[in-house]
Structure formats: C-alpha cells, structure tokens
C-alpha cells in the first residue's frame, strides 16, 4: 500500500477539524510524520473555534519553535485568541512578525489586528490598522464599530457607520446588529453619548436603522430581530419590542431572555414573571440567562422576597447569580441575610470575586460587624483581592464605620491605584466621626492630585458642613461647585439646600432652591424641613402645599417635615389635615415618626386630652418616644395627672431608662412641688440611673469651642 503523503494527512486532518472531533485530530496530528503549516493552521483554528484559545497560542509558539512561518490564516486565528483573551502584549507581537513577513496589508490579518485591539480597548492602535486597510470591507467596518463601542466612542461608532453607508459597503445583518447593540447602549446608561437625553438620541437612530434593514430585506433575519429586540429593551421602549417579538416567527430562547430581561429593567416585574411561565408553556426550557434576568428584575423593582425563589430554584447559581442576591439583600440594608448567604458559598466553596467581596464588606460595615469584616479581610487577602480598587474601598467603609480610621489609612496607603471612589470613603469615613481638619486636608490632597470630586465628593463635604454648622467652608464649597458646573446635579442641590438651612440662612437655601432647574422628592423635603427647623411654619406649610399643587408626589420624610414645621409653630389644627390627608388623599400608611409630631403637636398646644386618645387608637402606642414626647408636654402644661400616667407607661415599657424620671420631676419642679421632684430623683438614686451629661459648641473666627459637663476646649474646624 502506497504511504500517505502531507496532503492525505492534511486532509484527513481538515475533515476531523470541520467535524469537531478534537480528541481524534490531536491523535491524528501526533502521527503525522512531517507536519507543515497547513497542519498547524488546521489545529490552531479548531482549538479557537472551540474558545481554547490558550492552547491555541501554546500551539502556535511550538510551530514557531519548529521554524515554520506562520502564514495568514496562522496570524488571522492567533489574533482572534489573543482578543478573546485581552492579551493584547501577545498580540502587539505578532503583529510586529505580521509586519516583519510583510503581510499586515492581508485583509485576514489587517481585520483580526483590528478586533484584537478594539477588544482590548486599544483603541488608537485600532484606528491605526484601520487606516492601514487598503480596502476595508464589511468586516473591517464592523470591527472598527465594536471597537468604538467599547470605549463608549458610540457618536463616533455611528460616524464609522454612515462612512460604510457612504462608501457603498455592503451591509450585512452582522454589520446592522453591531450598530444596534451601539444604540442599545445609551438606553442602558453605557453610553458615552454627549447629547442631554442618550437615550431618545440613541432609541432615534436605532428606528433608522431598523428601517434600513427592512429596506435591505432584513426584517425575517433571526439574530437582527434579537439585536432590535435588545435596543428596544434596553431604551425602554418595550411596545415596539413586543411588536418585533410577537411577529418573529420562532422566537428562540435569546428572544425570551432579551425580553424578560427588558421588562425588569423597566419595573415590569408581573410581565417578566408572566413571560417565563409563556416561555416555558411554549416548549423553551429558562437557561441560566434566564434565571439572571429574572433575579436582577426581582432586585430592580425591590422584591427581594420573590429574588430569593428565583435564587432557590437555580440548580448551580452562578457567581454572577450570587453577586445579584447578595447585591439585593445588601441594598435593602438586610445585611445579616448577605452574610449568611455568603458563608454558604463558603461551605459550597465557590470561590468569591472582588464584587462579592466588595458586597459582603458594606454588610459587616452597615452591622457594625468589624471582627466578621477582618475575616473577608483575610479572605481578600488570600485571594490576591486586597489590592482591589473595589475591595478596598469596601475595606476603608468597613474600618471607618467602625471609629477605626487608622486602619482605613493603612488599607488606603497601600492600594497601588486609587480611583474616586477610594478617596471619597475615606472623606465620608473622617466626616462621619466629625475630623473635619483631616476631611478637607484629604479633600485638598485628592484636587491637588488632579484627581476631579464627584457628586457624591461634594454632597459628603457639604452634609458635613451641615451637621457641623460650618458655613464659611460651606460656601467655598458652593463656589466650587459653580466653577465645576455641579450646580445643576438634583443631589448636589440638595445637600446644598441642607447645608444652607442648618447653618441658618433660609433665605440663601430658598434663592437656590428657587434657581434649580430640575428637583426631585429629596429637594423639596430638604427645604420644608429647613422652614421647619428655623421656626418658618407657614412657609414650609405654604411649600408642602405648593409641592402638592404641582403634582410633586410626598413620601414619608416630606410628612415628617410638614407636621414638624406645624408642631414647631402651634399650627395644629392645618397638622391634623396633614395627618389625615396622609391616608386619605395619599394612601399610606401613617409610620411612627408622623404619630409622633403629631402628638408634639398636639402637646405643644395644650391639647393632651386629644394626644392620649390618639395614642390609644395607634398600632404602636406601646414605643417610647411617643409617651416621652407626652410627658415632655405636661411640664408646659403643669397636667400632673397625664404626666403621671405617661410616666407609668415609660416605666413599665423600660425601667433601666432615665428619662421618664428626669421629665417627671422637671414637671413637679414646675409646680413648685419640691417634695414630688426630691423623691422622684431619690428614687433615680437608688436605680444607680444617672442623667448623660451634654455639650453645645460655637464656631467663632474658623475656631470651634466645645463645652460640655463644666469643661471647653479648642479645635480648629
């Protein structure tokens, strides 16, 4: 029998590569007496095709060492796994032998030189080999489209699209579906879109091209209607994508999962769950994707209870699913929950990430759970994540919530990068335990590095400033704000507002408040409570009702800061309105804190009789604070009897707290009834309960003073 020759090798080869079967092309391979780089062409593709991409590059390095010259098709598959892998040292290697053998001028390898840097956001280079391109085709443009995207260069992106319009290139739907998942970027907040509404300017130029591709005859294309039905979600218009989906022909599991994903996005919870149950009464089994979308739905709408079903029913979750659940129980402040789920996945052992570190590291943080945090610090530090950018602003939030800002510094000090994030947990961290001296020194140090303050840098500074009654540092940060054009942001405006109120100057907040362009619930709360903490009753009446008039939707904390301003002022009877106007016109449900002005109020004018019926009516009547600000009322009043009975119920409900005993005897030492009061704090006396002594300070020349319990010192604020 006649030996085989290189070719029938080859071929051979070739036929088990097109079929898959790598087990047998590796053996085969292995017996081929003479390889060429035919042969190594035909093994390096199939482990690419198959997304081994490292093996790929180990075979390609063992041709090189054979001294074979890699051809073309050698530097086309290589650079594709060298994107795939972001390697892009690798890349820039082969692309110097590309240039070398003379064939970087090759379509093949021109098109794979430019998606190997667009993916790993090279994007320079990738415009380079772009240029380079004597001929881009379809392929290039496309490449150089996904590139631009990546670096949310999507104006740009579009550009690059009307130039392959222009040039009569041929549009394939692989070209329209890249140009779509570019506008399907500016409806999902990725945009780098410098136009004020990203959206309708992306959601616009998606309907073009979506025209466009009925024009070429590509409205029955299966991945082009996935790609409209992704940008129609994602720039919530989900009427055209239903219309798109419900006349697909055969919507595959890619269209369910598009669609379930996009009805989360838009709080359409119901839909999404409606969706599934379709889904799987069509024949579709729900994937993986599936059960993501449908968990980070649960999270968005803030069904954390329905999430964790979802959770429950995934056979493997993810690390991506446990980051989702941990991420939601996290947001809702149950933190004791993320952390029982969390060492779950340690009994699991599923090794967490930097995000799941990050989450689990503000729950030990909200709970005050410092030694559990050292714990997922040692975690970090075993996994190489301690040097994070994510986990160490997690760590720096964790020690400083915990009056530990020594070691916030330590982990600041050795994190190798820091972006704005870092920086701003450690301002928080000073300005929650009042270092304000080391708060503005770190504020300073952060500009001086060049390093630009967000919204969140600026609203930190200024509640400080606010809780601190630091005026002149606020307004500097106000002229800040205007030289950086924050001015405008919702968030900034309203700590603005804050800080202005505390420090006093009603005046000054309302002028601004009057000038924002745009506010929200936040806003308006933040200027009725300063009327209301400055003794301006009416004008915070007056403010609540005109925030009503325009259509302004109250919460909770606007009916706190209503009733507070009505109590402060003796505006009881337009307080009961409020109160009742709560669940009547609005439709909620009264909360503790709005019984409790209500009932100041109510004290405040005499009107006890009516106070201690409506905390008998109330479903919390037995919460302390309420029969504390009852009993505070009677020293006013001098009603004994009252002050009495409010006095037993504190009694009852705590004995240990001193409190209702020094209220009780300031309202006989108000009577003159001397023998009362003496034997009220004998009695304290002999509970060993003891009054906690306090202190006021004032802020004199950029100097604070503090006094407290006969003593006063200097701190320089």
């Known amino acids: 029998m006649r030996e085989r020759d290189i070719f029938s090798w080859n071929a051979m080869l070739s036929a088990y590569c097109a079929a898959d079967k790598l087990v047998e092309a590796h053996m085969l391979f292995d017996e081929v007496p003479e390889r060429n780089v035919v042969s190594w062409n035909n093994m390096i593709s199939v482990f690419v095709k198959n997304d081994d991409h490292h093996k790929a590059l180990d075979f390609y390095m063992m041709m090189i060492w054979e001294g074979l010259m890699p051809t073309h098709f050698t530097l086309a598959s290589i650079l594709s796994a060298c994107g795939a892998l972001l390697d892009v040292d ?54 150089m489209m996904g590139g631009l995207a990546e670096t949310e260069k999507v104006e740009e992106a579009l550009e690059i699209f009307k130039l392959m319009h222009q040039k009569r290139i041929c549009i394939d739907s692989v070209s329209l579906s890249s ?34 591709a009925i024009k070429l005859g590509f409205e029955n294309d299966f991945r082009l209607n996935n790609s409209l039905l992704d940008m129609y979600a994602k720039n919530s218009d989900m009427g055209s994508a239903e219309s798109i989906f419900y006349h697909v022909s055969v919507p595959n599991t890619v269209s369910w999962n598009i669609m379930i994903a996009g009805y989360g996005q838009n709080y359409q919870i119901e839909k999404a769950l409606e969706l599934v149950e379709r889904m799987e009464f069509s024949g579709f089994e729900p994937d993986k994707v599936t059960f993501i979308n449908m968990l980070s739905a649960c999270i968005k709408a803030g069904d954390i209870a329905l999430a964790r079903q979802v959770f429950d029913k995934m056979a493997c979750p993810s690390l991506s699913s446990w980051n989702a659940i941990l991420s939601g129980y996290s947001q809702i402040e149950n933190h004791r929950e993320a952390i029982m789920l969390f060492r779950e996945m340690q009994f699991r052992n599923i090794k967490p990430d930097r995000s799941t570190l990050a989450i689990i590291l503000c729950s030990c943080a909200g709970m005050g759970l410092l030694d559990s945090g050292k714990q997922v610090h040692a975690v970090s530090l ?45 301002i928080a961290g000073f300005s929650s335990h009042s270092m304000d001296k080391e708060a503005f020194a770190f504020y300073n140090t952060m500009r001086g ?43 900034v405006g309203s700590a603005l507002i804050d800080m202005y109120c505390k420090c006093g100057d009603v005046d000054g907040a309302r002028q601004f408040f009057d000038m924002m362009p745009s506010r929200n619930t936040v806003t308006w709360n933040e200027m009725i409570h300063g ?5 301006y009753g009416d004008q915070a009446v007056h403010l609540y009702h005109y925030m009503i008039t325009l ?34 016109e609005h439709k909620m449900e009264p909360l503790l804190d709005h019984y409790t002005c209500i009932i100041d109020a109510l004290g405040r004018a005499g009107r006890l009789h009516e106070a201690e019926l409506l905390i008998s009516s109330m479903p919390c009547k037995n919460d302390p604070v309420i029969w504390e600000v009852l009993l505070s009322s009677c020293r006013v009043h001098t009603d004994v009897p009252v002050a009495r009975r409010a006095a037993d119920k504190l009694f009852s409900l705590n004995p240990q707290n001193p409190t209702p005993y020094v209220l ?26 003891g009054k906690n002594a306090g202190y006021s300070w004032i802020e004199y020349n950029n100097w604070k003073e503090d006094v407290g319990d006969g003593e006063s010192y200097y701190a320089q604020s």
């Open 90 to 143: 690798f890349g820039r290697r082969c692309h110097g032998l590309a240039l070398k053998i003379g064939i970087d001028h090759n379509m093949y390898v021109g098109n794979a030189l430019l998606s190997m840097y667009g993916k790993c956001r090279c994007i320079s280079e990738a415009v380079r080999a772009f240029a380079d391109l004597q001929e881009p085709n379809e392929v290039s443009f496309t490449a």
């Open 179 to 212: 140009i779509l998942g570019v506008c399907a970027r500016g409806g999902s907040g990725e945009s780098g879109f410098s136009h004020w509404n990203d959206s309708l300017f992306a959601k616009v130029h998606g309907q073009l091209i979506h025209c466009l």
């Open 382 to 426: 075993k996994s190489a994540f301690h040097g994070d950018m994510y986990v160490g602003s997690g760590l720096i939030t964790l020690y400083s919530k915990n009056g530990r800002m020594d070691k916030a510094m330590v982990v600041f000090d050795k994190l190798p990068e820091l972006d704005i994030v870092c920086w701003n947990s450690m």
């Open 449 to 491: 590095r060049d390093m630009s303050p967000t919204q969140f840098s600026y609203s930190t500074l200024l509640s400080f400033c606010a809780e601190q009654s630091l005026s002149s540092q606020g307004r500097q940060i106000h002229a800040q704000i205007l030289k950086v054009g924050y001015v405008n942001d919702v968030f």
């Open 531 to 535: 009327y209301a903490q400055n003794g």
């Open 551 to 584: 259509g302004e939707k109250p919460d909770d904390v606007t009916f706190i800061a209503a009733l507070t301003a009505c109590s402060h002022s003796g505006l009881v009877d337009e307080g009961l309105k409020i109160f009742e106007a709560i669940s009547v």
């Open 664 to 689: 009780l005897a300031n309202v006989y030492s108000s009577m003159e009834r001397w023998d009362d009061a003496r034997a009220i704090r004998e009695l304290m006396s002999d509970k060993n309960l």
